[in-house]
């Protein structure tokens, strides 16, 4: 009986490790590892740990921002973009004070990290995951005087708002440069989930494609889940192999679909950050990333001088909140030169990306004649735009 | 579909097979041994994280993956403590180790995250070196690779033909009767664990060395349980487990080619194709199943004092 207790003893410490060192990981992707054993275990510490120690501070910060990510903060993807958006603050206004959490996964670390992050004095909360949009807004209501910007979101109250860039039109930016640099006429998107978002940019990076090459076609193809590289390359590989040449992505870290396509010979573009170069020495395009600092800034300065407001704030690739990376050595001058062309009539508001009529995969009109698809409706869109490949549903 | 698109299949399926087949063969040698071990997703998650990380500071894949399969092994006997010395429950050891995996890997891996390694080289098989780029690039195979056929046959023989086999089958079979002819059913678990994690470690390093040449969190995407799904489907036989691994992967690779090739079938369902699959196939094989599975597999020897 003795030895069975023991065991019990050493099994729960072992458990309550894990979770401890869980805490510090990331969201397992949605198909596996249902079991929580936070369910049976009760825990005595507190799982989340600040991202900083605490430390006694001469003169007190004018601001503490609290900020937190999904995911690691040097995944070059977007944990990376928002890691680097908020580090700008700091760097542009010195008296401010930023603790940040990454890898918080879920909704309730989220809720437990920025309520850490208040009682450490936080003023003001930036929450860059997708998910966490829901537990901020529910901290917005009981933490009254600090303020909540989310990245991405749509909800808004007193003291909670959103940011974001705006990447459709980056996105038909580079439709066109794949456009023009496929020889096999077939462009491949890899995408984690058939998400609103997730089709509105393939959608955008197909208009761009066919504005300047009627007979491309664009396959999407889904890996269901944000992070699982093996299969990325795998997915990667099957649209190359069905004659892809020019393969882009939206999932978080797009490190394994660009190193792939580069041992394969295809070109690539990527997204989220612009540090997704490094992996595609040679067959690079080009690709489009966050860059919010500066909006982050101004934001932050806002709330310093008290005029802050809940705005929802959409900002473009000419108001520096995404940034386009270099060209890769294989892109012709002429198609550089078309790809600026086309961002500067975007700017101008002379290119409008989805303006009717848009005809879906069957036919149907889904932006009549005359009109534009807007924001609001991006977030939902359930359909791919016709002369694409791929079931978005 | 092309020619390209079918050769792309079989292609997908030997790459990403390989760490499954490894994988496999690692459970294969625990079961035998009648340990369930179902902590392997953490031990190819922690293996696979050691092995980004040794290759990133020294710039060589092969001590990587040395590193991998020596950090499997060990891993494995983490669990070896908990079950042979400590006679815990095999499940809930196996589960306490899998949410260790979790945690460790992510912090052994946190600042490789993103980071560009040197992969294991692929080379190039000798006549086929004018091929066009894309079709080549289907039949560069790494070390791995070219290593897991003679590896599967190397476990096959040392299972069925040495007298270490016999004895990791006797122990898993009825440990007392292997106690009273002589051996130490304990050392034996424990050798067993540590040659099957080193094989599981093998397989999180052809995933993440070879293959996706980076590390993300939580990576291995359920592969580990897969590997005690086809153990089951490969009736504790090593040479079966090249067939389950290649027909996973293959299915894994087929439903992408059907995607990719624009069949009006929901993603949502193509995806779990070889989930079905595999439960397919454990049902129809699931009758003879008794016949093949170690007898005491999962069940705590208690010693014989």
Known sequence: MMK??????????????????????????????????????????????????????????????????????????????????????????????????????????????????????????????????????????????????????????GNFANFFGEPPDAWYMMGVAAGRMTETNKLGFVAAFPLGWSLTFANAFHLGAVSVNPDVETTVSFTFSWGDSAKEADTTNALINQGVDVITMHVDSPATIISTAESRGAYSIGFQSLHAQQFAPEYWISGTGYTLGGTLTWLTSTVLDGTWEPIFLRCSLWDGCMAMAPFGPKVPQEVQDE?????????????????????????????????????DVMSSVDWLVQGMVGSPK | MTLLSILGVLS????????????????????????VNLGLEGVLLISGATGIAVTSLTGNPYLGVLSAALVGGATNLILGFLVVTRRGNQLASGLALMFFGFGASALIGKSFVGLKINGLPRLTIPGFGNLPPRYLSLIQFDTLIYLAIPCTLLIWWLLFRTRWGLGVRAVGENADTAFASGRSPHLIKYQALFVGGMLAGLGAAHLTIAYTLNWTEYMMGGRGFIAVALVIFSKWHPIRAIVGALLFSGAVAFQLLLQASGVQISPFLLDTIPYLLTILVLIVWGGSRKHSAPASLGRVYMGTE
């Open chain 1, 339 to 375: 790809v600026m062309a086309v961002s500067a009539a975007l700017e101008s508001g002379e290119t409008v990306v989805f303006t009717g009529p848009i005809l879906d995969q069957e036919g149907n009109v889904v932006v009549a004649e005359g009109d534009v698809l807007t924001d």
């Open chain 1, 4 to 157: 069975k207790k023991m065991l019990y003893t050493v099994l729960s410490v072992l458990m309550a490790l894990s979770l401890l060192l869980a805490a510090c990981a990331p969201a397992a992707t949605p198909t596996e590892a249902p079991a929580e054993p936070a369910v049976e275990e009760p825990v005595v510490e507190e799982p989340v740990e600040p991202a900083e120690p605490e430390e006694p501070m001469e003169e007190g910060p004018c601001l503490i921002i609290g900020a937190l990510h999904g995911g690691p903060i040097n995944d070059a993807g977007y944990n990376q973009a928002m890691h680097e958006s908020v580090a700008a603050i700091a760097e542009n206004i010195e008296c401010v004070e930023i603790i940040e959490a990454e890898n918080v996964p879920e909704e309730a670390g989220a809720t437990a990290t920025m309520e850490n992050m208040i009682s450490e004095g936080a003023g003001m909360i930036i929450a860059t995951a997708f998910n966490h949009q829901y537990p901020a807004l529910e901290l917005a209501g009981k933490y009254p005087d600090v303020i909540f910007e989310h990245a991405g979101g749509w909800e808004m109250s």
């Open chain 2, 12 to 35: 997908s399926a030997i790459f990403s097979g390989t760490s499954l087949l490894y994988t496999t063969l690692g459970e294969i040698i625990d079961q035998r041994a009648g340990i």
